[in-house]
């Protein structure tokens, strides 16, 4: 069974930084691009930062492009999102999800639950 | 970057009816390399996560019920749910994986009349 459970969500303040992740099981981890979409409070869902199956390609959202980064280590099938310079807008439910394709970002097939960043002083 | 358009934002659907959520894209989603269409669709339930319906704009995901159905290409594509079920309440996003950003929908809310 697929499984994605992400950690590392809090409350921080402007400027602060935040790392997430997202410990995955239940599939080759290294066979698959991995994402991070967010969703503010009662708003709709936003792409946020995609990476390919070994990490050769990474792809953000100009809204995080310079603020954030995304990794993954494969020998610990995880996968992070490096927050920081955080704004007020970043706060949202972090989800991240598999993608059924390797090196593109196809469509996302196994979602987290997500974990909350709320940015305010 | 290519933007995603549904329409209607919300829509009201007596049990047992068919309900239709349209998505438009404003570049063509069509991926050469296989000849489909780079679109799918979600549905969220309140204080889950999105769960992947359709991929390739009409292909069904495993276990997904068949009164769900994705058509559409280009541009213009559409979500239909023949028979609403109770367990159908949800917000609906399509999605765009043709290039980045994977640009969503606004979302779509399908309640029960």
């Known amino acids: 069974e697929v499984q994605l459970v992400e950690s590392g969500g809090g409350l921080i303040q402007p400027g602060g930084s935040l790392r997430l992740s997202c410990a995955a099981s239940?599939?080759?981890?290294?066979?698959?691009?991995m994402t991070w979409v967010r969703q503010a409070p009662g708003k709709g869902l936003e792409w946020v930062s995609g990476?390919?199956?070994?990490?050769?390609?990474?792809y953000y959202a100009d809204s995080v492009k310079g603020r954030f980064t995304i990794s993954r280590d494969i020998s610990k099938n995880t996968l992070y999102l490096q927050m920081s310079s955080l704004r007020a807008e970043d706060t949202a439910v972090y989800y991240c999800a598999k993608s059924a394709g390797a090196t593109r970002l196809y469509y996302f097939d196994y979602w987290g639950q997500g974990t909350q960043v709320t940015v305010s002083s | 970057d290519i933007v995603m358009t549904q329409s209607p934002d919300s829509l009201t659907v007596s049990l047992g009816e068919r309900a239709t959520i349209n998505c438009k894209s404003s570049?063509?989603?069509?991926?050469?390399?296989?000849?489909?269409?780079?679109l799918a669709w979600y549905q969220q339930k309140p204080g889950q996560p999105p769960k992947l319906l359709i991929y390739w704009a009409s292909t069904r995901e495993s276990g997904v019920p068949d009164r769900f159905s994705g058509s559409g290409s280009g541009t213009d594509f559409t979500l239909t749910i023949s028979s609403l079920q109770p367990e159908d309440v949800a917000v609906y996003y399509c999605q765009q994986y043709y290039s980045t950003p994977h640009t969503f929908g606004q979302g779509t809310k399908l309640e029960i009349k």
């Open positions: 990476i390919s199956d070994r990490g050769g390609s990474t």
């Open positions: 570049q063509n989603v069509l991926y050469s390399s296989n000849n489909r269409n780079s």
């Open positions: 239940g599939f080759t981890f290294s066979s698959y691009a």
